[in-house]
């Protein structure tokens, strides 16, 4: 994707220095374009905990580049073993929710043996290795995605408007995006599209981090209060719903951003369809339903305060009685029941262990 014309990725290595990993810290969207350096496992940590980088995807890669960054900390380590192991404990911990993280984690921990000398170029190799298939299954899901739009706009030959939830786009990946990446290739392809963006508080993800994505590369979009959606389907104005996911069980119940299980209701009241983009890295096959998957719960400053520009300036103003305690679930599960589809990098199915099963076989 581009910025100003000029090619990014959401996670790199520093030209000139491999011991160092950039990224764009995602706090500042879309006021501020900071470019973050990452030197150290628990810088590393920090990052996926404070969520200067965020995404399902985007935090697991992030993650298989901090274990690469515990190695080179580990090679002056008396015990190099312990302390990767206990890196890859920490990294795994950051955010409970998505499986993306423990899932790249895992494939770096397999990589690890005594030779310590040679591990960090090795588990470099492999976290560009997973970066890089990262974005290969979001644009297979653009494509698989796309015929979806197509079949819309030449029934109706009308504006496709699409509704998303949080972002899923290639903030949240390392390039496409999830959920945006059948928007992405039809807009390219010239079909026309529009998307409502629901602001996702408390982080407003949609509002900061995908308006931002959507606007630089010229989709047209609406930003909505996350309530409007229901109104908005109820009224024709909604084709299709479309959103990521940060943990899929292997029933096809779908984990993501807090209030997508709201619009999938919706979505099912209204006879509207309702995709997810669901790459492998985030469907664990080892949880029966998505009521097992462990909800995070975040600071409830995050819903007591908003952050915004202010007289130039990126300011925090409180907006509730300073006293009154805030509760901040940050994702819910949408039953399989009320999914359309999955639209995984080998194609579409429903949202159902058998489907699930014979996809992957
Ligand atoms: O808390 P976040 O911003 O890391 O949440 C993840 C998400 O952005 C969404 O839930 C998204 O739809 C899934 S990630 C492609």
Redesign the pocket.
């Known amino acids: 994707m581009k910025i100003n014309g000029k090619k990014f990725h959401t996670i790199w290595l520093k030209e000139n220095d491999e011991q160092i990993v950039q990224i764009i810290d995602?706090r500042f969207l879309p006021h501020e374009f900071v470019i973050e350096n990452l030197e150290t496992v628990d810088d590393v940590e920090r990052a996926i905990r404070e969520?200067h980088v965020?995404?399902?995807?985007?935090?697991g890669v992030a993650a298989a580049f901090g274990m690469y960054l515990s190695a080179l900390e580990a090679i002056d380590n008396q015990q190099f073993t312990k302390y990767i192991n206990e890196s890859a404990e920490k990294l795994k911990a950051a955010?409970p929710?998505?499986v993306?993280l423990a899932w790249a984690v895992d494939q770096q921990l397999e990589l690890v043996s005594e030779n310590y000398k040679i591990l960090p170029s090795i588990l470099l190799e492999n976290a560009e290795r997973i970066k890089k298939e990262s974005i290969d299954r979001c644009k297979k899901i653009g494509e698989f995605g796309l015929p979806l739009i197509e079949d819309i706009y030449q029934r109706t030959e009308q504006i496709v408007n699409i509704l998303?939830?949080?972002?899923?786009?290639w903030m949240?990946?390392i390039d496409y995006?999830?959920?945006t990446a059948p928007i992405y290739a039809a807009h390219d392809k010239g079909i026309p599209v529009h998307v409502w963006v629901d602001e996702?508080r408390p982080?407003n993800?949609g509002a900061r981090?995908t308006a931002f994505e959507l606007q630089e590369h010229g989709v047209p979009h609406t930003v909505i209060t996350d309530n409007a959606g229901g109104h908005l389907m109820q009224h024709g104005e909604v084709d299709m719903v479309l959103?990521?996911?940060?943990r899929t069980a292997r029933n096809g119940d779908v984990?993501?951003?807090i209030g997508?299980y709201l619009k999938a209701l919706a979505a099912k009241d209204n006879n509207i369809p309702f995709y997810v983009?669901a790459?492998t890295s985030?469907i664990d096959f080892s949880l029966k339903n998505g009521f097992e998957i462990p909800i995070?719960e975040?600071g409830e400053e995050e819903v007591k305060y908003i952050q915004g520009m202010c007289d130039g300036e990126i300011k925090k103003i409180l907006l509730t009685p300073k006293a009154s305690p805030a509760a901040n679930f940050?994702?819910d599960v949408t039953p399989a029941r009320l999914v359309t589809g999955l639209i995984t990098e080998f194609g579409i199915c429903k949202a159902s262990q058998e489907e699930l099963l014979r996809l992957y076989q």
């Open positions: 995602q969520m965020r995404g399902a995807p985007l935090i955010r929710t998505a993306n998303t939830h949080c972002n899923a786009g949240a990946c995006g999830t959920a996702t982080r993800q981090i959103v990521g996911t940060d984990c993501n951003k997508t983009g790459p985030s995070e975040r940050a994702f």
